[in-house]
């Protein structure tokens, strides 16, 4: 039969050609570059749907907090944005002003039932050390957001360089036989060194979509990063308009 006929009019079939011609040590690595690329789908597709759910879920916990007169109004009411990274930076922070009018409260021996938020007031060393305490929270949610991410970039990164191992391994077997039958025929090289070049084809094929990918949603991180970011400063201007003193 005509291989280059073969591969040249049905790919696939050229491809399983490939395969079922390489060494052990070929077919492993395209076997783990197919599992790499499934689980690199994986992530992708789960993470893809987590961001967009969780700036969902922050774009409407920063529309109700914008409509709130007091920026402790919410944290009063209880929490109601529980997907929203931005409401859970919100949270501990206005844990961080409840602590601060608690102790303020038992030094002046007042029943914390007495705490009065439209009378109460906050230096600006507490609003620097509350800033700290929602800063603190960000590090936290953008933590959570990166999860497996690095797990991706490993994926795109290591897929070319085992895919390129493979085919260096199997040009490698091709020379060596070549060398014991004492022939220096390429027609006789071509198809060992065909499937040679499999696993760096499939590596690339992994590696490709893969960074694309990741640095999508990289951007979408560092979109929801940097928005966590503003909030804490917004918050902490609201918390000074509000509650510091004249």
């Given at each position: ?5 073969l591969?040249?009019a ?22 783990v570059l ?25 774009a ?7 409509q709130?007169h007091n ?15 931005m409401a ?15 102790t ?13 938020l439209s009378q109460e007031r906050?230096t600006?060393?507490q609003?620097?050390a509350?800033?700290?305490?929602a ?14 991410m690095s797990m ?14 493979g ?9 060596e036989?070549?060398?014991?039958q004492?022939?220096a ?13 499999l ?20 951007d ?7 928005q ?8 902490a201007t609201?918390?000074q308009?509000?509650?510091?003193y004249?």
């Amino acid at each position: 039969m005509n291989v280059s006929f073969l591969t040249g009019a049905l790919p696939l079939a050229g491809v399983l050609w490939a395969f079922n011609i390489s060494d052990p040590v070929g077919k492993i690595i395209v076997v783990v570059l197919i599992f790499a690329s499934v689980f690199a789908w994986s992530i992708m597709a789960a993470k893809y749907l987590e961001l967009r759910k969780v700036g969902r879920a922050d774009a409407n916990f920063m529309r109700d907090f914008d409509q709130q007169h007091n920026p402790l109004e919410m944290f009063v009411r209880g929490p109601v944005h529980h997907d929203s990274p931005m409401a859970k930076v919100y949270a501990a922070a206005c844990l961080a002003v409840k602590r601060e009018f608690e102790t303020r409260a038992q030094k002046q021996q007042r029943p914390l039932s007495q705490i009065d938020l439209s009378q109460e007031r906050l230096t600006a060393l507490q609003i620097d050390a509350i800033r700290k305490v929602a800063e603190c929270a960000v590090a936290d949610q953008i933590l959570l957001l990166e999860t497996q991410m690095s797990m991706l970039g490993s994926t795109y990164t290591i897929a070319p360089m085992l895919g390129l191992f493979g085919t260096v391994w199997g040009i490698s077997v091709s020379f060596e036989q070549m060398a014991k039958q004492g022939s220096a025929n390429l027609s006789e090289a071509a198809p060992g060194i065909s499937s040679a070049l499999l696993t760096t084809i499939v590596g690339l094929l992994v590696a490709i979509p893969s960074a694309f990918g990741c640095n999508k949603l990289n951007d979408q991180i560092r979109f929801l990063s940097i928005q966590l970011e503003n909030f804490t400063e917004k918050f902490a201007t609201r918390l000074q308009q509000s509650f510091v003193y004249e």
